[in-house]
């Protein structure tokens, strides 16, 4: 069967490695003309490694939904030639099932999932965050830049913080440092101002020489009560809880983040306080991050008896039922997603119903094949 598996998987292979291509090329045909533009900018910053993170990121925003197109397109070009050359039909006249023909495409298909899993945990956050600087920069900036002006604000309002340079790869460093500590009304009663602030020990220590700005209960800038300094050295912040992923995780784009800084943000607004239409919303999105690069093997499942359909009997009719089934798919994705967010269906069971339907779609589809 080693000899099979091998025929089957160049078969798929080399078709599936085209579209990929093609679509790719396409992709960042449409998104290119920022890029295209910006080599006649005399003030764009376009080299080869800007040029490469652009691409790049982009991509990486793309392929969860160009992988499923391609696994489609692909399946159903194998499976149409494997009839029209009666190839299907010597393989299960030798007793050979349907299951062991179509493995190699179905292994393929459940390995790019999980590749595009790695990719929207891996690599999507960061790329395409260069990717989208690099665009509202117009080409100014190379992306990798540390992140300018942000802040914090701690859940319940008791600190926040205001930061001169946040560098996203390094977030235990931060550089011209504002933290404010407020009073159960609100009002401030401490700012502390430091060139360095680093996060040591499960802490965070302001260094290289701290300001200390009191106020009283009207935010009037006050002389330091009795027994505390204007000026610190260093100045540790035990009472500041908030850890570096944290920061980072609230200045950073919520549709790139990967799962466990959707977790890190879904802990910070609880105790904010969310609505329920708000933790739906949230809900769904992060169990749809875990779902959604296994679309990729459900399309395929339903792509093969598809396929097989266009081979035995026409063409048209097997691709306009293997796109009909694509579309749909993507449409019950969207209702769920909308039943989700009001409440009518649970967040896990929306996610999960487009892989019921069409899973069982698919079981059927398979089971009418000869």
């Known amino acids: 069967m080693s000899i099979l598996f091998r ?8 078709p599936a ?12 045909l449409f998104m290119s003309f920022d890029l295209i533009g910006a080599c006649f900018d005399p003030k764009a910053n376009v080299t080869w490694g800007v040029a490469r993170d652009f691409i790049l990121g982009t991509l990486s925003m793309y392929l969860e939904w160009l992988l ?7 399946t159903l070009y194998v499976m149409w030639q494997f009839c029209r050359h009666s190839e299907l039909i010597a393989m299960r006249a030798g007793g050979i099932g349907m299951g ?3 493995a ?3 292994l393929t298909a459940a390995l790019a999932a999980l590749l595009s899993f790695a990719n929207t945990e891996l690599f999507k956050p960061i790329a395409a965050a260069r990717a989208m600087a690099i665009k509202d920069s117009d080409f100014r900036k190379t992306g990798r830049e540390p992140l300018v002006g942000v802040g914090f604000a701690a859940p319940g309002g008791d600190r926040t913080w205001v930061i001169g340079e946040l560098n996203p790869i390094d977030p235990k460093t931060l550089k ?10 609100g009002s401030k009663a401490v700012t502390y101002t430091a060139p360095r602030a680093q996060w040591m020990d499960g802490a965070w220590w302001l260094l290289d020489g701290v300001r200390c700005t009191y106020y009283d ?19 540790p912040l035990y009472a500041a809880r908030e850890t570096p992923r944290q920061i980072l995780v609230q200045n950073t784009d919520a549709a790139l983040s990967s799962a466990a800084d959707r977790k890190v943000s879904r802990e910070l607004q609880n105790q904010v306080g969310l609505t329920t239409r708000q933790k739906h ?7 749809n991050h875990y779902a959604a690069p296994f679309s990729i093997l459900l399309v395929t499942l339903f792509a093969i008896p598809a396929g097989i359909a266009s081979g035995r009997q026409s063409v048209f009719r097997g691709i306009l039922l293997a796109l009909g089934l694509f579309l749909a798919y993507y449409a019950l994705t969207a209702l769920s997603m909308v039943l989700a967010n009001n409440d009518i269906i649970k967040p896990a069971l929306a996610v999960a119903l487009p892989a019921i339907v069409f899973g069982t779609a698919a079981i059927v589809l398979f089971r009418k094949l000869p």
């Open 217 to 235: 209960e009207l935010d009037t800038v006050v002389a330091p009560p009795e027994g505390l300094p204007e000026t610190l050295p260093v100045k």
């Open 100 to 102: 062991t023909i179509t």
């Open 68 to 74: 499923p197109a391609v696994f489609l397109l692909s």
């Open 176 to 185: 011209d440092v504002r933290v404010t500590f407020n009073r159960p009304d």
């Open 104 to 106: 190699p495409i179905i």
């Open 7 to 14: 025929y089957v998987w160049r078969s798929f292979a080399v």
């Open 281 to 287: 919303e949230d809900s769904y999105i992060t169990y």
């Open 17 to 28: 490695s085209i579209c990929l291509v093609g679509l790719c090329a396409l992709t960042l």
